[in-house]
C-alpha cells in the first residue's frame, strides 16, 4: 500500500466493499447511511466538479468545518485529484484563517455554515489567491451563490462552478460521472505517491502555525502498518468526533476507508453539548473509539465519584467488583485470561458494575487508541480494571500521526508502546526521540530553515520529546522538550506529569503546573461543573467557596504524596472560569496553551511567589 496515492488507494478499495454500510449521519435526531458505493460514488463525482471548476493538481483547497461526512468526501475526492487539502479548526479566529489561507494560497474553501462563511468574507479581501467559497450547509452559500441549474444546457463550465453548495456541487459531479466515467481514471493516475496530499497546520501552544508537508506516501504507509498491529476487522465500528483539521483524526479516518471500518459522525453542533456525545456512542455501539485523553478523564472523575459515594450493599458490590478486576487486569498484562473462580466472579462483577461504565461507550469497545496528548497512567489501569482497554499511541503531526501504539496483545501501561511497522527509533544523546520512516513529512511550508532544524539530511525528524525505550521496544515519552520546567534549585520537571496526577481529582477540569525558574511549583485549577452541582452551588459562587478550596487543598496533598519533594504542588488558584479554545487557552485537542495562558494570568503567577519562602518548605 505505501506505493499508491490515496485516489488509488480507494480506487481499489471502495468497489470491494459493495452495499455494506459505509457513514452514518444524525440530522434532526434521525440517522441515515451511505453504503461503500455511495461513498465511491460521491468521492468520484466531487472530484470530477472541482477539476470541471478549474481546479488542478497542486491547487490548494481548505475546509473549515466542524468533523462531518462531508469532511471526508470533499478530503477524498480533493485528494484523490491531487489538489493539496488545508484542514482548519471551525473555532480559529479569522487572522488565523486569513494567515491559513494566504500561507497556502487556497483557491478555494469549503466552509461548515454561515459562522464560518461570516469569517471567509471579513478577510477574503486579502487573500488574493481565493477563487470560491463552497458551503457545506445551505447557510454557508454566499450570497447570490450559484445555483445548480447554471449549466443552461451548456454542460460543465458553461458558467464558473464557484460559490455554491456542497449538495450542488456534487449534483454537477453527478452529471460529468455520468457522461465521462472514464475523466477519473486519468485523474487518478497523474497523482504519484510521493506528491504532497495535504498541508497539516500545527496549532501548536505557542507561535505562528507552520503548514506539515504530509504526501500520499505517507498516509498509506502508516494505514498499512496500523492495519497490522491493531487487527482492524471489516465488522468493526467507530464515532469520529476529534477534529479532522488534526493529523490523529485524519489517519484514522483514512484507515477506516482502507479497511471497511463503518464510521457514524456526531450531529451538527454536537460540540455546544459535549455530553451528547454519550448518546451517539449509545445509539451507534461503536467497536473501538480514538479520543484524547479528556474524553477518558471525564469518564474517570464521573465514574470513580459515584463509585466512592456508594453505601452499604452497593458499596460492598463496588469494592468486591473493583478488586476482582485489578485481579484479572494483572493477569491480563501477563499475557493470561482469568478461568474457574476468578473468571466467573469477573463475569458477576462485569454484570452487576463494569457494564454500567462500558454502557457509556454502547457496550461494544474492543479497545480504545488514545492520542494527542499524555494519558495518565492510572486513569489506564481504572479502564482497564473495569475490562476495557485503553491503547495509548504517540506520534506528530510531523510524523502522520502514528509513530508508536500499544497492541490489543501487546501492551504496557505508561508507555506508547513499539513504533509501527515502517517506522524507527532511537535516542539522542540529550534524550530527545528520534523518528524515521514511512510516516515523516516532507517539510513545513515555505518554511526551510524551521524544516531543516527538526529534519536531518539523513532522514531523522527531531520530535522534541524525551522518552526512553526498553529492552521489548516500548516507548516511554519522560517529557517535552521545550516543555520543562527547571526550578530556582535546578530540578526538572515534567508538567504533564504533574497535571495528570492533578487531574485525578474529581473537582479539577483543567490544570496548568508552573513554576520554571521559580523557587516551587503552583498551579492554576478549573472546576468540574458536575461536582459543583452536587454541591448545589453555580461555578461563580464554587470559586469563592472555602468548602471547595479546602477540598482540592486536601486532595491536592494526597497526590502531592505520589510526587517527588521538588515536583509537588506548593499553592494553587481556582479560576473564574473554565479554560476554553475560544478564549485562546487551548489548542483543538484541549492541550493547554502554556505560554498564553501564563502570560494572561502572569500577575496571579508571580503572586505566588512574593511571600516568604517559608511557604515553600
Same mark, same amino acid.
Given at each position: 500500500m505505501a506505493a499508491k496515492s490515496i485516489g488509488s488507494l480507494l480506487r481499489e478499495r471502495l468497489p470491494q466493499h459493495g452495499d455494506r454500510p459505509a457513514l452514518h449521519s444524525s440530522k434532526d435526531g434521525q440517522w441515515s447511511s451511505a453504503s461503500w458505493k455511495d461513498f465511491d460514488r460521491h468521492v468520484r463525482a466531487l472530484g470530477l466538479a472541482l477539476d470541471a471548476a478549474g481546479f488542478k493538481k497542486g491547487d490548494a483547497i481548505a475546509i473549515m468545518s466542524d468533523t462531518r461526512e462531508e469532511w471526508t468526501t470533499i478530503d477524498a475526492a480533493a485528494m484523490s485529484i491531487g489538489l493539496l487539502v488545508a484542514g482548519i479548526y471551525h473555532s480559529n479566529l479569522p487572522e488565523s484563517v486569513e494567515y491559513i489561507l494566504k500561507d497556502c494560497d487556497a483557491k478555494a474553501i469549503f466552509v461548515e455554515d454561515k459562522r464560518q462563511l461570516d469569517k471567509v468574507e471579513g478577510i477574503k479581501a486579502n487573500v488574493p489567491t481565493l477563487k470560491s467559497i463552497f458551503g457545506i450547509q445551505a447557510d454557508g452559500v454566499p450570497s447570490g451563490g450559484s445555483p445548480s441549474a447554471q449549466r443552461d444546457g451548456g454542460g460543465p463550465g458553461a458558467k464558473p462552478l464557484e460559490n455554491m453548495s456542497y449538495a450542488d456541487l456534487l449534483k454537477e459531479g453527478e452529471w460529468i460521472l455520468a457522461k465521462d466515467a472514464k475523466k477519473w481514471d486519468?485523474?487518478?493516475?497523474?497523482?504519484?505517491?510521493?506528491?504532497?496530499?495535504?498541508?497539516?497546520?500545527?496549532?501548536?501552544?505557542?507561535?505562528?502555525?507552520?503548514?506539515?508537508?504530509?504526501?500520499?506516501?505517507?498516509?498509506?504507509?502508516?494505514?498499512?502498518?496500523?492495519?497490522?498491529?491493531?487487527?482492524?476487522?471489516?465488522?468493526?465500528?467507530?464515532?469520529?468526533?476529534?477534529?479532522?483539521?488534526?493529523?490523529?483524526?485524519?489517519?484514522?479516518?483514512?484507515?477506516?476507508?482502507?479497511?471497511?471500518?463503518?464510521?457514524?459522525?456526531?450531529?451538527?453542533?454536537?460540540?455546544?453539548?459535549?455530553?451528547?456525545?454519550?448518546?451517539?456512542?449509545?445509539?451507534?455501539?461503536?467497536?473501538?473509539?480514538?479520543?484524547?485523553?479528556?474524553?477518558?478523564?471525564?469518564?474517570?472523575?464521573?465514574?470513580?465519584?459515584?463509585?466512592?459515594?456508594?453505601?452499604?450493599?452497593?458499596?460492598?458490590?463496588?469494592?468486591?467488583?473493583?478488586?476482582?478486576?485489578?485481579?484479572?487486569?494483572?493477569?491480563?498484562?501477563?499475557?493470561?485470561?482469568?478461568?474457574?473462580?476468578?473468571?466467573?466472579?469477573?463475569?458477576?462483577?462485569?454484570?452487576?458494575?463494569?457494564?454500567?461504565?462500558?454502557?457509556?461507550?454502547?457496550?461494544?469497545?474492543?479497545?480504545?487508541?488514545?492520542?494527542?496528548?499524555?494519558?495518565?497512567?492510572?486513569?489506564?489501569?481504572?479502564?482497564?480494571?473495569?475490562?476495557?482497554?485503553?491503547?495509548?499511541?504517540?506520534?506528530?503531526?510531523?510524523?502522520?500521526?502514528?509513530?508508536?501504539?500499544?497492541?490489543?496483545?501487546?501492551?504496557?501501561?505508561?508507555?506508547?508502546?513499539? $513504533? +509501527?511497522? #515502517?517506522?524507527?527509533?532511537?535516542? %539522542?544523546?540529550?534524550?530527545?526521540?528520534? !523518528?524515521? @520512516?514511512? =510516516?515523516?513529512?516532507?517539510?513545513?511550508?515555505?518554511?526551510?530553515?524551521?524544516?531543516? $532544524? +527538526?529534519? #536531518?539530511?539523513?532522514?531523522?525528524? %527531531?520530535?522534541?520529546?524525551?522518552?526512553? !525505550?526498553? @529492552?521489548? =521496544?516500548?516507548?516511554?515519552?519522560?517529557?517535552?522538550?521545550?516543555?520543562?520546567?527547571?526550578?530556582?534549585? #535546578?530540578?526538572?520537571?515534567?508538567?504533564?506529569?504533574?497535571?495528570?496526577?492533578?487531574?485525578?481529582?474529581p473537582m479539577i477540569s483543567q490544570v496548568m503546573v508552573h513554576g520554571d525558574k521559580r523557587k516551587f511549583v503552583s498551579a492554576l485549577v478549573t472546576l468540574n461543573p458536575d461536582e459543583v452541582k452536587k454541591l448545589g452551588l453555580s461555578y461563580e459562587e464554587a470559586v469563592k467557596s472555602q468548602k471547595v478550596r479546602d477540598l482540592i487543598e486536601a486532595a491536592v496533598k494526597e497526590r502531592n504524596q505520589t510526587l517527588e519533594s521538588y515536583q509537588q504542588v506548593k499553592k494553587f488558584a481556582v479560576l473564574e472560569k473554565d479554560l476554553s479554545i475560544d478564549a485562546g487557552e487551548l489548542t483543538p485537542t484541549l492541550k493547554v496553551k502554556r505560554k498564553f495562558v501564563t502570560e494572561k494570568f502572569k500577575a496571579l503567577l508571580d503572586g505566588f511567589y512574593t511571600e516568604s519562602a517559608s511557604d515553600a518548605a
Amino acid at each position: 500500500m505505501a506505493a499508491k496515492s490515496i485516489g488509488s488507494l480507494l480506487r481499489e478499495r471502495l468497489p470491494q466493499h459493495g452495499d455494506r454500510p459505509a457513514l452514518h449521519s444524525s440530522k434532526d435526531g434521525q440517522w441515515s447511511s451511505a453504503s461503500w458505493k455511495d461513498f465511491d460514488r460521491h468521492v468520484r463525482a466531487l472530484g470530477l466538479a472541482l477539476d470541471a471548476a478549474g481546479f488542478k493538481k497542486g491547487d490548494a483547497i481548505a475546509i473549515m468545518s466542524d468533523t462531518r461526512e462531508e469532511w471526508t468526501t470533499i478530503d477524498a475526492a480533493a485528494m484523490s485529484i491531487g489538489l493539496l487539502v488545508a484542514g482548519i479548526y471551525h473555532s480559529n479566529l479569522p487572522e488565523s484563517v486569513e494567515y491559513i489561507l494566504k500561507d497556502c494560497d487556497a483557491k478555494a474553501i469549503f466552509v461548515e455554515d454561515k459562522r464560518q462563511l461570516d469569517k471567509v468574507e471579513g478577510i477574503k479581501a486579502n487573500v488574493p489567491t481565493l477563487k470560491s467559497i463552497f458551503g457545506i450547509q445551505a447557510d454557508g452559500v454566499p450570497s447570490g451563490g450559484s445555483p445548480s441549474a447554471q449549466r443552461d444546457g451548456g454542460g460543465p463550465g458553461a458558467k464558473p462552478l464557484e460559490n455554491m453548495s456542497y449538495a450542488d456541487l456534487l449534483k454537477e459531479g453527478e452529471w460529468i460521472l455520468a457522461k465521462d466515467a472514464k475523466k477519473w481514471d486519468a485523474l487518478v493516475d497523474a497523482v504519484k505517491p510521493n506528491d504532497l496530499a495535504t498541508l497539516v497546520y500545527t496549532s501548536g501552544t505557542t507561535g505562528v502555525p507552520k503548514g506539515a508537508m504530509l504526501s500520499h506516501a505517507n498516509f498509506a504507509g502508516i494505514c498499512d502498518g496500523l492495519k497490522d498491529v491493531l487487527g482492524f476487522r471489516p465488522t468493526d465500528s467507530t464515532v469520529l468526533f476529534l477534529p479532522l483539521a488534526h493529523i490523529f483524526a485524519r489517519v484514522v479516518q483514512f484507515a477506516c476507508l482502507d479497511l471497511a471500518v463503518q464510521i457514524s459522525y456526531p450531529p451538527y453542533g454536537w460540540s455546544k453539548n459535549p455530553a451528547s456525545l454519550f448518546d451517539v456512542f449509545e445509539h451507534q455501539k461503536p467497536t473501538f473509539v480514538s479520543s484524547v485523553p479528556r474524553i477518558f478523564e471525564k469518564v474517570f472523575v464521573t465514574a470513580s465519584a459515584t463509585f466512592a459515594e456508594a453505601k452499604g450493599v452497593k458499596k460492598k458490590i463496588v469494592d468486591f467488583a473493583m478488586a476482582t478486576g485489578k485481579a484479572v487486569s494483572k493477569l491480563r498484562q501477563e499475557g493470561k485470561e482469568p478461568s474457574g473462580l476468578l473468571g466467573a466472579k469477573f463475569a458477576l462483577a462485569n454484570k452487576l458494575v463494569f457494564s454500567k461504565v462500558k454502557g457509556k461507550f454502547g457496550g461494544n469497545v474492543r479497545f480504545f487508541v488514545s492520542g494527542g496528548a499524555p494519558l495518565s497512567r492510572e486513569i489506564q489501569e481504572w479502564f482497564h480494571t473495569c475490562d476495557m482497554l485503553i491503547l495509548e499511541g504517540y506520534g506528530l503531526t510531523e510524523t502522520t500521526a502514528a509513530t508508536c501504539v500499544n497492541r490489543p496483545e501487546k501492551f504496557r501501561f505508561g508507555s506508547v508502546g513499539p $513504533a +509501527v511497522p #515502517g517506522t524507527s527509533l532511537k535516542i %539522542a544523546e540529550d534524550g530527545e526521540i528520534l !523518528i524515521k @520512516g514511512v =510516516g515523516v513529512f516532507q517539510g513545513y511550508f515555505k518554511k526551510a530553515e524551521d524544516s531543516k $532544524a +527538526v529534519l #536531518g539530511d539523513d532522514g531523522w525528524f %527531531a520530535s522534541g520529546d524525551i522518552g526512553e !525505550i526498553d @529492552g521489548d =521496544g516500548f516507548l516511554k515519552i519522560t517529557d517535552r522538550k521545550k516543555d520543562l520546567i527547571v526550578t530556582a534549585g #535546578g530540578k526538572n520537571i515534567a508538567p504533564q506529569y504533574v497535571e495528570a496526577k492533578l487531574k485525578t481529582i474529581p473537582m479539577i477540569s483543567q490544570v496548568m503546573v508552573h513554576g520554571d525558574k521559580r523557587k516551587f511549583v503552583s498551579a492554576l485549577v478549573t472546576l468540574n461543573p458536575d461536582e459543583v452541582k452536587k454541591l448545589g452551588l453555580s461555578y461563580e459562587e464554587a470559586v469563592k467557596s472555602q468548602k471547595v478550596r479546602d477540598l482540592i487543598e486536601a486532595a491536592v496533598k494526597e497526590r502531592n504524596q505520589t510526587l517527588e519533594s521538588y515536583q509537588q504542588v506548593k499553592k494553587f488558584a481556582v479560576l473564574e472560569k473554565d479554560l476554553s479554545i475560544d478564549a485562546g487557552e487551548l489548542t483543538p485537542t484541549l492541550k493547554v496553551k502554556r505560554k498564553f495562558v501564563t502570560e494572561k494570568f502572569k500577575a496571579l503567577l508571580d503572586g505566588f511567589y512574593t511571600e516568604s519562602a517559608s511557604d515553600a518548605a
